[in-house]
Every structure is written in C-alpha cells, then in structure tokens.
C-alpha cells in the first residue's frame, strides 16, 4: 500500500526495533539513507541495526561514526532506496524480500514489494528521509546531517545532475548549517581516486566505441581489467558516467563483466533520451538518466542487442 | 584604493561606458563575472565591451547568448576576477593594465593595480558581482543568472571544494529560482569531455611520480602530449586537480610546458598545506587549496625546486 509521510512516521511508531535493509552493491544513498534512519531511531530510543547483502566499503565508515551498529532483535524491517526486491541481492532477498513492513524510497520506477510504500520522487532517498526525520520531529545533529547530505551529494553527483532543483541546494544548506561535515564527504565521494581506479579508468577508456555518428558510447569493463589494475567492483561507482561526458554522446553505456561471467549495464543519457526506459526492455529500471541492467548472454550479444534498440530510439 | 560595495556601485554610477578586462587563460568565473557585469550594465543603458588577452573557448558561448560584444569608446576600464595585472596577459597588461578605474576580486593574494579595488573573499567572484548587481537594484533575469552561476560553480567545482558555504547554495537556489540554466553550465563544464582531452588525461596520469610516502603527487604534461593527444591547453581546466585526488596525496601538483618552453605549475592542497603559501615562495598566488606559479628554468629545475619547498613543509 503506498502510504503518506505522516503514515510512514506511525508506522514507525507502532514498532519497538528494526532491522534496516540497503540495496546490494551499496551507495552513498542507499547507506545514508539507512544510517540517518538508524541515527533518528537511536535518539528516540528504538534500536536498529542497518545490513547490507554485500560488504560495505570501507571508505562509508564516517556514516556510522561514534554509533554502534549491533544484531538487533528487531520487530520490523524496513528497506530504504529499494525500487525492486531482487536489488536487496540474493541472501537477503530470500530472508526478508516477502516480510518488509515498511519501504522508503524515491525511485519512480519502484515495483511495490513491501506492506507499505513511502514514494517520493525526490533527487535522492536520503532527502526522504530527512522529510520524515522532521516529521517525526526528532533533532537532527552533525552526524544526521552528514548521513544525509552522503546521500545527497551521491544521487546529484554532488549538485551537478540535472534531477537537482532549487530545493536541493536549500536543504544542502541547512545541512551545513547543522553541521554536515560536507568536506569531508565531498573528499571520500568524488575526490579520492584510488591508483588502481585511475589504472582502471585508462583501460575502460581505451575500449571507448562510438555509434550512430558519436551520439551512443559503449565502454567495456572486464574481469581481466579489475585484476591487471588490482581494482574492483566496489571502487568504480562513479565510472560508469564516463562514456555519457564524451562531447557529443546524448547515450552512454557502460558494460562492466561481473564475476559469474554475466554483464551488468549501466546508460547514462541526455535529453530526450530515457535510460530508465532503454534499461526496462532488457527487464531493468532506475531514473530518466540513470539507469541499469542485466544481461546473461556474451558480450557480443550484449550488445548488438543493446545497439538494436539504441538504433531505433535514436 | 580598497573601496566598499555602495563606492563600488557609485563608481560605475561615474561614468557611461566600460571596457571589461578578465585574465589570460579566462576561465568560468573571470568570464562569468565579465558577461554577468556587461549583462547588468546593458540594463541600465550603459554599454561596455568583454576583451580577454587569449581567444575565450568556445565552450563559454553561451555566456553572451542573446547579446552583443561589440566595440565600445568607453570611458572606464573595469578588471574582473584579476589578483596581479600581470594575469592580464602581456598585451591586454601592457594596453590598460596602468589605467583600471575599478577591480573587482576575491584573491586574498590580490596585489592592488587599480585606482579602486572591491574586495571580498567569497568562493567566487562572480558572487562579487552578484552582490553588486543587488546593490545597484538591477533586476536579474535568466541570462544574468546563468553567467552568476557558471563562476559559482566553476570556482567550488560544482560545490565539491572547501570554498562552499551555505550560503553558496542558498545563491545557486536563488540563482535557479531566477532561471539560470544550471543543467546548461554544469554539462558543459563539468560533463564534457572531448576525446583528445580524455588522452591527454591518459598520458598525463602515466606521469605520476608520488613523493614523501604519496603525501605529494607530481604530474607532467608536455607540448608533446598536447601535440599527440590532438587536444590544447583551454581544454584542460579541470586536468590540475588530479594529482590532489590520488588516495592519500595532501599536495598535487601539475608542472604544464607552455608553448615557449617555460612551465605553468599549478597546487591543489588538503588541509593543512596552503597552496597560495607554497606559490608564494616561487612569485605566484592564488587560494588556500589552489594555486598557481611559473618558472623559466628546466623541468628538472622547476621539480627540484618544488620538492626541496614542500620536503621542508611536509
């Protein structure tokens, strides 16, 4: 049932304990999503413990900074920025997809699969939860406040994408002004390079295909690249926008080999184009420019299958 | 003279037409604070003309959209975004750097030139402007706003560096609200890559040498690259902050071969080190985080000299 904020924040009320469930292949606002919720929760005395079906990389650790993050046995579960069950990953689907009391999220392309659903189309989930976090009236401090404009400064590309409005730099605002250690998220998310990443990012880019006259990249990464440059999966967040900032590409796709062999598919695009849209005929979802999924055939196929709708929408 | 704002808005009330100076090299914020000033004095009938000792890449087109830069018998020359006159470029310095009525900045490090300085240390200096087209009572419209906040977000990055402030979103709201055309600003200048630029980035990285443990990052680029690459120096703004981002790296520097053998260097810091401090010793200036210097001598020269400063700060 899609439920209003002020629902969301009895629902919560109703409930002692809570486990906080994040998408897999965790993000900055997935994880400052949940741990805001779990700050929130902590101040008015009801314990959560936030998991992840993958492990969380290390350089998130300042969103659970002077908290402890505990087993908790917890009551409800609640899932935030999940737009589909199958993106908690598999382990954690299986134990909890079908008993989530509660979703937050801000995905227009979510599947309900939750008891009840919060939905709104903010820039970032986290923005959610600072809504409901005020509607709860529960005081927010620096180490809220961080956790929050984690996830922020995450689903803009700290302010540059276009899903940013007016009301985001307002609230990125007050968020400083109760003490967001903005400096140092903005160094871990989008200032610290690893030199594995930048090995990486120079074999990505020598893969670089253009099509349909420079107007669709394709950017190609293998298994083989993450070994030769001692690099992985968690560290390339942000990569798969490269191809989109090439002058003149309005689609740009990532191809990124995971480890079982299958292909994840990351387009990014510029108007008109929706990669929401391109990614639900291969059964994917995500924002108007930002979007993925998931392909079982060969590289090859990937594609030419990729290329066959591109060429017919462009 | 340093002035105050209202000696500021007086002044230009003097006289009826301007020549607009911004620095060699133009940049976002030079260029954004000179088309915002034009765009502001063509509302009150006083015409004026932008000029720039280098050709302003095409890419900043979009700042004089909708208007003309034609020749103008001016009566004043006003320099904008400017710390030194010697950043005027030799030609342009040599011209009109000795009669500059007006300078408005926001260098800490500026080295007063002109009859009538306006100082203030916001993040950019389009803000400068910003704030003197409020205190003339010129109404802003989309236009004016836009080029406000090209300077602003060329100048935090996009609201990335420690220079943001709150209030700098609460501008970027108000200038959103105004209908400057964020979206516009930030692909083409912070989404926008060429492909000759993405090689020379390429090249550039397989330069880095790290020093003191990796506390200190080096990279080269050459005439050579640029030749190779295809791509040019107004194609790399944003190609200095890289060495800075390499995990653990507290000082990068970029040492850039111009065309007449000499070397542009510019520093890029992480608390606690000052990159304006660190220039200084070598005759150049700039911010806390970032700043820029030249040296005449060879590339071995300049990097001794570099390492043998920074050994003893480190």
């Keep these: 049932m899609r ?3 002020k629902e969301c924040a009895e629902i919560i009320g109703r409930y002692n304990s809570f486990l906080i469930l994040t998408h897999a292949s965790p993000d900055g606002d997935t994880l400052g999503s949940a741990f805001a ?3 929130a929760l902590d101040k008015i005395g009801k314990p959560s413990q936030v998991i992840c079906n993958d492990e969380i990389p290390q350089k998130y650790s300042f969103l659970w900074d002077g908290i402890a993050n505990d087993t908790v046995d917890f009551e409800a579960v609640i ?19 079908d008993r989530i009391v509660l979703a937050i999220d801000h995905h227009l392309s979510h599947r309900d699969y939750a008891e009840n659903t919060f939905l709104c189309d903010r820039a970032s989930n986290s923005e959610n939860i600072y809504a ?16 929050i404009y984690c996830g922020m400064a995450t689903d803009t590309g700290c302010f540059l994408f276009t899903n940013t409005t007016a009301k985001t730099h307002k ?3 007050v968020l400083m002004e109760m003490g967001a250690d903005f400096a140092l998220v903005n160094r871990k998310m989008f200032e610290t390079k690893t030199m594995s990443y930048l090995k990486l990012e120079q074999m990505a880019l020598s893969t670089v295909e253009l099509h349909f006259g420079g107007k669709c990249a394709i950017m190609q990464i293998t298994q083989e690249m993450f070994r030769e440059s001692h690099s992985n999966d968690g560290e390339c967040d ?47 979802g995500g924002h108007n420019r930002a979007a993925g999924c998931e392909f079982e055939c060969s590289l090859e196929e990937t594609k030419s299958a990729l290329l066959k709708l591109i060429g017919e929408k462009i």
Tied chains: 1, 2.
């Design 79 to 97: 899932a935030v920025d999940i737009a589909d069950r199958k993106l908690l990953g598999e382990e954690i689907n299986s134990k909890y997809g």
């Design 37 to 39: 919720l779990k700050r």
């Design 171 to 173: 609230t990125a605002a």
């Design 238 to 284: 942000g990569i798969a926008s490269l191809p989109r900032k090439i002058e003149g590409v309005l689609i740009g796709i990532t191809i990124r080999e995971k480890e079982n062999g299958t292909y994840k598919v990351s387009i990014r695009t510029v108007e008109p184009y929706d990669a929401a849209e391109l990614c639900a005929h291969f059964g994917g």
């Design 3 to 5: 439920i209003t904020l």
């Design 132 to 147: 409901l976090v005020n509607e709860m009236n529960i005081p927010i401090d620096s180490g809220l406040a961080t956790c």
